[in-house]
Protein backbone atom coordinates (compact mmCIF):
# COMPACT_ATOMS: atom_id res chain seq x y z
CA UNK A 1 0.00 0.00 0.00
CA UNK A 2 1.48 3.59 -1.00
CA UNK A 3 1.53 5.66 2.25
CA UNK A 4 1.23 8.64 0.02
CA UNK A 5 -2.71 6.90 -0.72
CA UNK A 6 -3.57 6.86 2.87
CA UNK A 7 -5.38 9.49 4.41
CA UNK A 8 -6.33 9.16 8.61
CA UNK A 9 -9.17 10.94 10.16
CA UNK A 10 -8.50 11.68 13.68
CA UNK A 11 -11.99 12.90 15.76
CA UNK A 12 -10.83 13.96 19.54
CA UNK A 13 -14.16 13.77 21.18
CA UNK A 14 -15.27 14.27 24.70
CA UNK A 15 -16.36 10.70 24.89
CA UNK A 16 -14.44 8.66 22.43
CA UNK A 17 -11.63 9.12 20.65
CA UNK A 18 -12.18 7.84 16.65
CA UNK A 19 -9.93 6.88 13.91
CA UNK A 20 -10.38 6.08 10.16
CA UNK A 21 -7.79 5.08 8.37
CA UNK A 22 -9.23 5.27 4.40
CA UNK A 23 -7.39 4.86 0.76
CA UNK A 24 -7.55 6.73 -1.87
CA UNK A 25 -7.35 4.98 -5.47
CA UNK A 26 -8.08 7.46 -8.39
CA UNK A 27 -11.60 8.45 -7.29
CA UNK A 28 -12.22 5.43 -5.26
CA UNK A 29 -12.27 6.18 -1.78
CA UNK A 30 -12.77 3.59 1.10
CA UNK A 31 -12.23 2.76 4.69
CA UNK A 32 -10.10 0.45 5.04
CA UNK A 33 -9.48 0.34 8.88
CA UNK A 34 -11.05 2.09 12.17
CA UNK A 35 -10.24 2.54 16.06
CA UNK A 36 -11.44 4.16 18.69
CA UNK A 37 -10.66 4.28 22.33
CA UNK A 38 -12.35 6.02 25.36
CA UNK A 39 -11.61 9.83 25.42
CA UNK A 40 -9.35 11.79 28.32
CA UNK A 41 -8.80 15.21 29.30
CA UNK A 42 -11.41 16.74 27.22
CA UNK A 43 -13.67 18.56 28.03
CA UNK A 44 -16.87 19.83 26.22
CA UNK A 45 -14.65 19.18 22.88
CA UNK A 46 -11.73 21.07 24.46
CA UNK A 47 -7.80 19.56 25.63
CA UNK A 48 -7.86 20.36 29.05
CA UNK A 49 -5.04 17.79 29.90
CA UNK A 50 -2.50 16.68 27.25
CA UNK A 51 -0.90 14.25 28.35
CA UNK A 52 -4.28 12.44 29.24
CA UNK A 53 -5.12 12.89 25.85
CA UNK A 54 -2.28 12.18 24.05
CA UNK A 55 -2.58 8.72 26.33
CA UNK A 56 -6.24 8.09 24.63
CA UNK A 57 -5.17 9.13 20.98
CA UNK A 58 -2.47 6.60 20.49
CA UNK A 59 -4.49 3.98 21.85
CA UNK A 60 -7.37 4.55 19.66
CA UNK A 61 -4.38 5.61 16.34
CA UNK A 62 -2.44 2.29 17.56
CA UNK A 63 -6.16 -0.01 17.17
CA UNK A 64 -6.30 1.38 13.43
CA UNK A 65 -2.85 0.83 13.03
CA UNK A 66 -2.80 -2.53 13.39
CA UNK A 67 -6.18 -3.29 11.82
CA UNK A 68 -4.74 -1.44 8.63
CA UNK A 69 -1.51 -3.37 8.56
CA UNK A 70 0.13 -0.02 8.10
CA UNK A 71 2.20 2.72 10.32
CA UNK A 72 0.22 6.16 11.05
CA UNK A 73 2.59 9.09 11.57
CA UNK A 74 0.13 11.77 10.63
CA UNK A 75 -3.20 12.70 10.46
CA UNK A 76 -6.03 15.01 9.62
CA UNK A 77 -7.13 16.66 12.36
CA UNK A 78 -10.53 18.09 13.24
CA UNK A 79 -11.39 21.58 15.50
CA UNK A 80 -14.53 22.57 17.16
CA UNK A 81 -16.65 25.29 16.56
CA UNK A 82 -15.75 26.61 19.85
CA UNK A 83 -15.83 30.58 19.60
CA UNK A 84 -15.63 30.49 15.75
CA UNK A 85 -15.38 33.62 14.24
CA UNK A 86 -15.85 34.22 10.65
CA UNK A 87 -14.48 37.08 8.69
CA UNK A 88 -14.16 38.35 5.24
CA UNK A 89 -10.95 38.85 3.76
CA UNK A 90 -9.25 40.07 0.81
CA UNK A 91 -5.47 40.75 -0.91
CA UNK A 92 -3.47 41.59 -3.57
CA UNK A 93 -0.09 41.23 -5.05
CA UNK A 94 1.59 42.12 -7.95
CA UNK A 95 2.39 39.16 -10.88
CA UNK A 96 6.76 39.17 -10.65
CA UNK A 97 7.69 36.35 -13.33
CA UNK A 98 8.45 38.11 -16.63
CA UNK A 99 5.96 36.16 -18.78
CA UNK A 100 2.98 37.40 -16.26
CA UNK A 101 1.41 33.95 -16.41
CA UNK A 102 0.02 33.88 -12.93
CA UNK A 103 1.01 30.32 -10.72
CA UNK A 104 -0.10 28.65 -7.56
CA UNK A 105 3.08 30.00 -5.97
CA UNK A 106 1.19 33.41 -6.49
CA UNK A 107 -1.75 32.37 -5.50
CA UNK A 108 0.17 31.49 -1.87
CA UNK A 109 1.26 35.10 -1.73
CA UNK A 110 -2.03 36.58 -2.02
CA UNK A 111 -3.68 33.89 -0.04
CA UNK A 112 -0.54 34.84 2.78
CA UNK A 113 -0.86 38.50 1.99
CA UNK A 114 -5.03 38.39 2.80
CA UNK A 115 -4.19 36.96 6.35
CA UNK A 116 -1.71 39.60 7.26
CA UNK A 117 -4.22 41.41 7.84
CA UNK A 118 -7.12 41.95 10.74
CA UNK A 119 -6.71 38.95 12.17
CA UNK A 120 -6.06 39.22 15.86
CA UNK A 121 -3.13 38.30 17.66
CA UNK A 122 -5.22 35.52 19.84
CA UNK A 123 -6.64 33.82 17.27
CA UNK A 124 -5.71 31.64 14.25
CA UNK A 125 -7.16 30.82 10.90
CA UNK A 126 -8.38 26.96 10.96
CA UNK A 127 -9.64 27.41 7.06
CA UNK A 128 -10.14 30.19 4.44
CA UNK A 129 -12.40 29.45 1.66
CA UNK A 130 -11.50 31.96 -1.52
CA UNK A 131 -14.83 33.44 -2.88
CA UNK A 132 -13.38 34.59 -5.88
CA UNK A 133 -10.17 35.64 -7.63
CA UNK A 134 -10.14 38.87 -9.49
CA UNK A 135 -7.05 39.19 -12.34
CA UNK A 136 -6.76 42.91 -13.76
CA UNK A 137 -10.05 43.74 -12.29
CA UNK A 138 -11.39 40.53 -14.31
CA UNK A 139 -14.04 39.32 -11.11
CA UNK A 140 -15.55 36.02 -10.59
CA UNK A 141 -12.89 33.43 -11.24
CA UNK A 142 -12.43 30.53 -9.08
CA UNK A 143 -8.78 29.63 -10.03
CA UNK A 144 -6.51 32.25 -11.66
CA UNK A 145 -3.59 29.79 -12.32
CA UNK A 146 -2.09 29.64 -15.70
CA UNK A 147 -3.98 32.91 -16.46
CA UNK A 148 -2.04 35.85 -17.98
CA UNK A 149 -2.23 39.05 -16.29
CA UNK A 150 -0.09 41.60 -13.78
CA UNK A 151 -2.29 42.07 -10.78
CA UNK A 152 -4.01 39.26 -8.63
CA UNK A 153 -6.44 39.79 -6.03
CA UNK A 154 -8.56 37.69 -3.63
CA UNK A 155 -11.54 38.03 -1.42
CA UNK A 156 -12.80 35.49 0.72
CA UNK A 157 -14.20 33.30 4.13
CA UNK A 158 -11.80 32.84 7.01
CA UNK A 159 -12.39 30.69 9.65
CA UNK A 160 -11.21 32.13 13.08
CA UNK A 161 -10.70 30.03 15.91
CA UNK A 162 -8.65 30.70 19.78
CA UNK A 163 -5.33 29.92 18.85
CA UNK A 164 -4.93 28.15 22.82
CA UNK A 165 -7.36 25.63 21.35
CA UNK A 166 -4.92 24.81 18.20
CA UNK A 167 -2.15 24.80 20.34
CA UNK A 168 -3.12 22.18 22.73
CA UNK A 169 -4.55 20.17 20.09
CA UNK A 170 -1.53 20.68 17.87
CA UNK A 171 0.67 19.84 21.27
CA UNK A 172 -1.88 16.37 22.16
CA UNK A 173 -1.29 15.03 18.62
CA UNK A 174 2.33 15.54 18.45
CA UNK A 175 2.76 13.77 22.13
CA UNK A 176 0.75 10.43 20.68
CA UNK A 177 3.94 10.51 18.12
CA UNK A 178 1.97 12.41 15.12
CA UNK A 179 2.04 15.38 12.94
CA UNK A 180 -0.83 17.35 12.67
CA UNK A 181 -1.20 17.42 8.25
CA UNK A 182 -4.33 19.17 8.40
CA UNK A 183 -7.07 20.81 10.74
CA UNK A 184 -10.56 21.00 9.17
CA UNK A 185 -13.03 23.06 10.82
CA UNK A 186 -15.46 20.00 12.00
CA UNK A 187 -18.77 21.75 10.62
CA UNK A 188 -17.32 23.00 7.62
CA UNK A 189 -15.96 19.48 6.78
CA UNK A 190 -18.85 17.51 7.37
CA UNK A 191 -20.99 20.06 5.27
CA UNK A 192 -19.11 19.87 2.91
CA UNK A 193 -19.03 15.92 2.92
CA UNK A 194 -22.54 14.93 4.06
CA UNK A 195 -24.43 17.09 2.64
CA UNK A 196 -25.93 16.98 -0.94
CA UNK A 197 -25.49 20.35 -3.69
CA UNK A 198 -28.72 21.31 -3.00
CA UNK A 199 -28.56 21.33 0.22
CA UNK A 200 -25.22 23.59 0.87
CA UNK A 201 -26.85 25.56 -1.69
CA UNK A 202 -30.25 26.36 -0.91
CA UNK A 203 -29.09 26.15 2.95
CA UNK A 204 -29.48 23.86 5.61
CA UNK A 205 -28.90 23.31 9.28
CA UNK A 206 -26.34 20.92 10.12
CA UNK A 207 -26.69 19.59 13.72
CA UNK A 208 -23.80 17.40 15.11
CA UNK A 209 -24.98 15.13 18.67
CA UNK A 210 -21.57 15.03 20.09
CA UNK A 211 -20.73 13.88 23.56
CA UNK A 212 -19.47 16.97 25.39
CA UNK A 213 -21.85 19.37 23.24
CA UNK A 214 -24.16 20.22 20.42
CA UNK A 215 -23.14 22.10 17.43
CA UNK A 216 -25.84 23.72 14.83
CA UNK A 217 -24.19 24.86 11.68
CA UNK A 218 -25.90 26.67 8.73
CA UNK A 219 -24.30 26.07 5.54
CA UNK A 220 -26.01 28.31 2.62
CA UNK A 221 -24.98 28.89 -0.90
CA UNK A 222 -22.09 26.67 -0.06
CA UNK A 223 -20.23 28.35 2.61
CA UNK A 224 -20.64 28.06 5.99
CA UNK A 225 -22.59 31.02 7.62
CA UNK A 226 -23.10 30.38 11.13
CA UNK A 227 -22.43 28.06 14.03
CA UNK A 228 -24.23 27.79 17.52
CA UNK A 229 -22.05 25.29 19.85
CA UNK A 230 -24.77 24.02 23.11
CA UNK A 231 -22.60 23.05 26.04
CA UNK A 232 -24.14 20.09 26.58
CA UNK A 233 -24.34 16.50 24.64
CA UNK A 234 -24.42 13.01 24.92
CA UNK A 235 -22.31 12.98 28.36
CA UNK A 236 -25.36 14.69 30.33
CA UNK A 237 -27.76 12.91 29.13
CA UNK A 238 -25.02 9.54 30.23
CA UNK A 239 -25.43 11.31 33.86
CA UNK A 240 -28.84 12.27 34.06
CA UNK A 241 -29.22 8.55 34.13
CA UNK A 242 -26.49 7.72 36.27
CA UNK A 243 -28.20 10.49 39.12
CA UNK A 244 -31.64 9.57 38.39
CA UNK A 245 -31.47 5.59 38.27
CA UNK A 246 -28.34 5.67 41.08
CA UNK A 247 -25.85 3.57 38.70
CA UNK A 248 -22.37 4.34 37.92
CA UNK A 249 -21.28 6.29 34.58
CA UNK A 250 -20.23 3.47 32.99
CA UNK A 251 -23.36 1.33 33.92
CA UNK A 252 -25.79 4.36 32.77
CA UNK A 253 -23.81 4.63 29.15
CA UNK A 254 -24.17 0.77 28.70
CA UNK A 255 -27.78 1.17 29.86
CA UNK A 256 -28.50 4.28 27.27
CA UNK A 257 -27.12 2.48 24.58
CA UNK A 258 -28.68 -1.10 25.18
CA UNK A 259 -32.02 0.34 26.56
CA UNK A 260 -32.81 4.35 25.59
CA UNK A 261 -34.97 5.89 23.07
CA UNK A 262 -34.95 9.59 22.18
CA UNK A 263 -39.01 9.75 22.58
CA UNK A 264 -40.75 7.91 25.02
CA UNK A 265 -43.91 7.01 22.77
CA UNK A 266 -41.56 4.54 21.03
CA UNK A 267 -40.65 2.90 23.98
CA UNK A 268 -42.30 -0.65 24.07
CA UNK A 269 -44.53 -1.34 26.74
CA UNK A 270 -43.86 -3.39 29.60
CA UNK A 271 -40.26 -3.81 28.46
CA UNK A 272 -37.87 -3.54 31.51
CA UNK A 273 -34.40 -3.95 32.40
CA UNK A 274 -32.08 -4.74 35.58
CA UNK A 275 -29.85 -2.05 37.04
CA UNK A 276 -27.19 -2.24 40.04
CA UNK A 277 -27.92 0.69 42.60
CA UNK A 278 -25.05 1.95 44.13
CA UNK A 279 -25.26 1.61 47.85
CA UNK A 280 -27.49 -1.36 46.90
CA UNK A 281 -27.00 -4.97 47.45
CA UNK A 282 -30.28 -5.71 45.32
CA UNK A 283 -30.86 -5.79 42.02
CA UNK A 284 -33.54 -2.89 40.78
CA UNK A 285 -35.92 -2.87 37.92
CA UNK A 286 -36.54 -0.22 35.55
CA UNK A 287 -38.76 0.13 32.40
CA UNK A 288 -37.67 1.56 29.30
CA UNK A 289 -40.07 3.70 29.39
CA UNK A 290 -39.03 5.71 31.99
CA UNK A 291 -35.88 5.44 30.93
CA UNK A 292 -36.49 7.30 27.40
CA UNK A 293 -38.49 10.02 29.87
CA UNK A 294 -35.15 10.60 31.05
CA UNK A 295 -33.05 10.92 27.86
CA UNK A 296 -36.05 12.74 26.41
CA UNK A 297 -36.04 15.57 28.64
CA UNK A 298 -32.25 16.41 27.84
CA UNK A 299 -32.54 15.91 24.17
CA UNK A 300 -35.81 18.38 24.64
CA UNK A 301 -33.49 20.82 26.31
CA UNK A 302 -30.73 21.01 23.58
CA UNK A 303 -33.23 21.16 20.92
CA UNK A 304 -35.08 24.09 22.40
CA UNK A 305 -31.86 26.02 22.90
CA UNK A 306 -30.68 25.20 19.38
CA UNK A 307 -34.35 26.34 17.51
CA UNK A 308 -34.09 29.46 19.78
CA UNK A 309 -30.71 30.65 18.32
CA UNK A 310 -31.75 29.26 14.62
CA UNK A 311 -34.56 31.31 14.83
CA UNK A 312 -32.83 34.28 15.92
CA UNK A 313 -31.29 34.39 12.29
CA UNK A 314 -34.35 33.03 10.37
CA UNK A 315 -33.00 29.80 9.77
CA UNK A 316 -35.98 27.77 10.67
CA UNK A 317 -37.36 27.06 7.32
CA UNK A 318 -34.42 26.79 4.97
CA UNK A 319 -34.96 24.15 1.68
CA UNK A 320 -32.63 22.02 2.61
CA UNK A 321 -33.96 21.62 6.29
CA UNK A 322 -32.19 20.00 9.50
CA UNK A 323 -29.41 17.14 9.04
CA UNK A 324 -29.10 15.33 11.84
CA UNK A 325 -25.84 13.88 12.77
CA UNK A 326 -23.36 12.26 15.67
CA UNK A 327 -23.43 9.95 17.96
CA UNK A 328 -26.85 10.85 20.17
CA UNK A 329 -28.66 10.59 17.33
CA UNK A 330 -27.92 6.96 16.81
CA UNK A 331 -30.68 6.89 19.92
CA UNK A 332 -33.71 5.04 18.51
CA UNK A 333 -36.49 8.21 18.22
CA UNK A 334 -33.62 10.52 17.30
CA UNK A 335 -35.42 10.91 13.79
CA UNK A 336 -38.98 11.58 15.23
CA UNK A 337 -37.88 13.62 17.87
CA UNK A 338 -36.12 16.21 15.68
CA UNK A 339 -39.07 16.29 12.90
CA UNK A 340 -41.34 17.24 16.25
CA UNK A 341 -38.92 19.72 17.92
CA UNK A 342 -37.85 21.35 14.44
CA UNK A 343 -40.02 20.42 11.30
CA UNK A 344 -40.66 17.83 9.32
CA UNK A 345 -38.02 18.52 7.24
CA UNK A 346 -35.33 16.49 9.32
CA UNK A 347 -33.10 13.16 7.93
CA UNK A 348 -30.49 11.39 9.90
CA UNK A 349 -27.39 11.78 8.04
CA UNK A 350 -24.82 8.50 8.54
CA UNK A 351 -21.68 7.62 6.27
CA UNK A 352 -22.40 5.02 3.76
CA UNK A 353 -19.23 3.21 4.04
CA UNK A 354 -18.96 -0.43 5.95
CA UNK A 355 -17.43 -0.42 8.73
CA UNK A 356 -18.49 3.34 9.80
CA UNK A 357 -22.33 2.67 9.10
CA UNK A 358 -23.10 4.78 12.34
CA UNK A 359 -23.55 8.88 13.06
CA UNK A 360 -20.80 8.61 15.70
CA UNK A 361 -18.30 8.02 12.69
CA UNK A 362 -19.24 11.15 10.60
CA UNK A 363 -16.66 13.43 11.95
CA UNK A 364 -13.97 11.32 11.12
CA UNK A 365 -15.03 10.00 7.75
CA UNK A 366 -15.92 13.71 6.44
CA UNK A 367 -12.30 14.32 7.58
CA UNK A 368 -11.02 11.93 5.58
CA UNK A 369 -13.21 12.38 2.76
CA UNK A 370 -12.98 16.48 3.22
CA UNK A 371 -9.01 16.36 2.44
CA UNK A 372 -9.36 13.41 -0.69
CA UNK A 373 -12.14 16.12 -2.82
CA UNK A 374 -10.06 19.02 -2.36
CA UNK A 375 -8.97 20.18 -5.30
CA UNK A 376 -5.14 21.57 -6.38
CA UNK A 377 -6.32 25.68 -5.49
CA UNK A 378 -7.10 23.88 -2.05
CA UNK A 379 -4.33 22.30 -1.04
CA UNK A 380 -2.47 25.08 -1.77
CA UNK A 381 -4.60 27.26 0.75
CA UNK A 382 -4.19 24.30 2.94
CA UNK A 383 -0.50 24.70 2.61
CA UNK A 384 -0.21 28.29 2.76
CA UNK A 385 -2.53 27.68 6.67
CA UNK A 386 -0.55 24.90 7.82
CA UNK A 387 2.71 26.81 7.24
CA UNK A 388 1.71 29.72 9.00
CA UNK A 389 0.33 27.67 12.02
CA UNK A 390 3.97 25.94 12.14
CA UNK A 391 6.14 28.42 11.89
CA UNK A 392 3.38 30.95 14.40
CA UNK A 393 3.16 33.81 11.93
CA UNK A 394 -0.35 33.09 11.10
CA UNK A 395 -0.61 36.92 11.42
CA UNK A 396 1.72 39.66 11.22
CA UNK A 397 -0.72 42.41 11.53
CA UNK A 398 -3.83 43.28 13.19
CA UNK A 399 -6.14 46.28 13.57
CA UNK A 400 -7.05 47.71 17.42
CA UNK A 401 -10.96 46.59 16.26
CA UNK A 402 -9.89 43.32 15.63
CA UNK A 403 -8.18 43.11 18.83
CA UNK A 404 -11.24 44.41 21.11
CA UNK A 405 -13.30 41.71 18.87
CA UNK A 406 -10.56 38.98 20.54
CA UNK A 407 -11.38 39.64 23.71
CA UNK A 408 -15.23 38.44 23.52
CA UNK A 409 -15.77 35.11 23.95
CA UNK A 410 -18.00 33.30 21.63
CA UNK A 411 -18.09 35.18 18.48
CA UNK A 412 -20.37 34.70 15.70
CA UNK A 413 -20.28 36.35 11.96
CA UNK A 414 -23.41 38.49 10.71
CA UNK A 415 -23.66 38.18 6.79
CA UNK A 416 -25.47 41.56 7.23
CA UNK A 417 -22.87 43.84 8.43
CA UNK A 418 -19.22 41.86 8.65
CA UNK A 419 -19.65 42.97 12.62
CA UNK A 420 -18.78 40.41 15.59
CA UNK A 421 -22.05 39.65 17.86
CA UNK A 422 -21.84 38.46 20.99
CA UNK A 423 -22.70 34.86 21.52
CA UNK A 424 -24.47 35.15 24.83
CA UNK A 425 -26.48 38.00 24.91
CA UNK A 426 -27.03 40.18 27.34
CA UNK A 427 -30.91 40.83 28.50
CA UNK A 428 -32.75 42.95 25.88
CA UNK A 429 -30.14 42.12 23.13
CA UNK A 430 -32.33 39.19 21.07
CA UNK A 431 -34.49 41.37 19.40
CA UNK A 432 -31.65 43.77 17.88
CA UNK A 433 -29.14 40.96 17.55
CA UNK A 434 -32.25 39.05 15.40
CA UNK A 435 -32.18 42.29 13.39
CA UNK A 436 -28.91 42.63 12.49
CA UNK A 437 -28.68 38.86 11.71
CA UNK A 438 -32.03 38.74 9.29
CA UNK A 439 -30.49 39.07 6.73
CA UNK A 440 -28.02 36.30 6.64
CA UNK A 441 -28.95 34.14 4.12
CA UNK A 442 -29.54 37.61 1.55
CA UNK A 443 -26.90 38.09 -0.99
CA UNK A 444 -25.15 41.23 -0.55
CA UNK A 445 -24.71 43.41 -3.89
CA UNK A 446 -21.27 44.44 -4.49
Known amino acids: ?169 KMAVEKAGLRVSEFVLTPLAMGKTILDDGEQDFGSVLIDLAGGQSTAAIIHDHKLKFTFVDPEGGDNVTKDISTVLGVSYQDAESIKRDHGYALPELAPEGENFAVKVVGDSEIQTVSEAYLAEIINARLEQIYERLGERLSMVGAMELPGGFIITGGNSALPGSLELAQEMLGSNARLAVPNQIGVRHPGFTRAFAFTLYQAQQSELQRVVKGVIMNALVSGNAHVAHSAQADEAANQDDMVWSADDDEFIEDQPKQGFFHRMGQKLSGLFTDKDD
Request: net charge negative.
Open 1 to 169: MNPSDVIVGLDIGTTLIKVIVSQVDGKQFNVIATGSAPSQGIYQGVVGDITATAKAIKAAVDEAASKANISIDQAVVGVPANQLSIVNVDGLVSIANQNKRITYDDVANVIHQSLENNIPTDREVIELVPDEFIVDGFDGITDPSDMIGVRLEMRGMAYLGPAKLLDNL
